[in-house]
């Protein structure tokens, strides 16, 4: 199959219009909308091309982003996805590995998460005063840089703008879950998604999806994407959106 990453498509932009990277979502969805079971036991369910399609995406970006509950849900490690992608990595001018970008408001991502062990990008955390003395301390201890925001929550918009003119991130994916993205898609700060869609039913209303936290209230006030592309391969689809207008223009027009 083709990849659904154009080909004139830079893997980062020449000039950014804006002032912090460009940010794609990456997530893969069942045919009713869930990304993980209501039990949360089973949170892989795309096919090979999907987990390729997923290494390949990381690729093109010099940073991840992730949730705690992810983190800590799945024991991903967000690494580059081995030789083949490292490679990848290189002829596009990026480092070998991602930075890794966490995100926890209450330092719940344990010492013990697998993420820690791997030495691989260097590991950013967001967080807040929430947390707690302690709890920030001890990220300190894990993590090569961590930035605390009020305990109102994290500014993402600051958080994103902080890892472009600090670590020249200009290209970020962000592989969810649903609480992050919602915050990230709130903010008006979701450039493109990339969304797997799986030949699975899930049901179930605990169950994640896309898009959780706090959402929007009215179709005026809910983010729009345009279909950009549709790649079928297998028994799955390969969509990407892209933001309608200008997310910053949005953020900036929000109440
Ligand atoms: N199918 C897919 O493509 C896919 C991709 C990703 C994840 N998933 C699934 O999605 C599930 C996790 O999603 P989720 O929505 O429960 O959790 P999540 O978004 O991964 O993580 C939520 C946690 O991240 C922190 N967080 C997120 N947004 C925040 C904000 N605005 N301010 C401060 N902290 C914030 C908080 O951490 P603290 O609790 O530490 O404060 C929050 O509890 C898992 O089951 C995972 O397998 C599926």
């Excluded at 498509?9 to 219009?17: G, T, V, W």
Aim: net charge positive; proline share 7%.
């Amino acid at each position: 199959m083709p990849s659904p990453l154009t080909p004139s498509q830079p893997s980062r932009p020449a000039r950014a219009p804006i002032p912090r990277p460009f940010v794609l979502l990456n997530v893969a969805m069942t045919a009713d909308a869930k990304i993980a079971t209501a039990t949360r036991r089973t949170t892989t369910f795309g096919s090979p091309r999907d987990q390729e399609h997923l290494y390949e995406l990381r690729a093109t970006a010099d940073a991840i982003l992730c949730g705690a509950r992810t983190l800590i849900e799945t024991g991903a490690t967000l690494g580059n996805g081995g030789r083949r992608f490292g490679q990848l990595r290189t002829a596009a001018s990026l480092s070998r590995y991602p930075v890794r970008v966490l995100v926890t408001g209450t330092g719940s991502i344990p010492s013990c998460a697998p993420v820690w062990a791997r030495k691989w990008g260097p590991i950013i955390v967001l967080t807040t005063a929430k947390a707690g003395e302690q709890a920030i301390a001890r990220l300190r201890r894990k993590a090569d840089w961590v930035r605390v925001y009020p305990e109102d929550g994290i500014d993402f918009a600051n958080a994103l703008a902080w890892l472009r003119s600090e670590f020249g991130i200009l290209r970020l994916v962000s592989e969810g879950g649903g609480e992050l993205n919602d915050a990230l898609i709130r903010g008006g700060l979701v450039d493109e998604i990339h969304l797997t869609w799986c030949p699975w039913v899930f049901g179930g209303q605990a169950a994640p999806t896309l898009s959780d936290g706090i959402g929007f209230q009215t179709l005026a006030q809910a983010a729009g994407f345009r279909l950009h592309s549709v790649t079928p391969a297998g028994n799955e689809l390969f969509l990407v959106y892209r933001a309608k207008i200008d997310p910053g223009a949005r953020r900036r027009a929000a109440p």
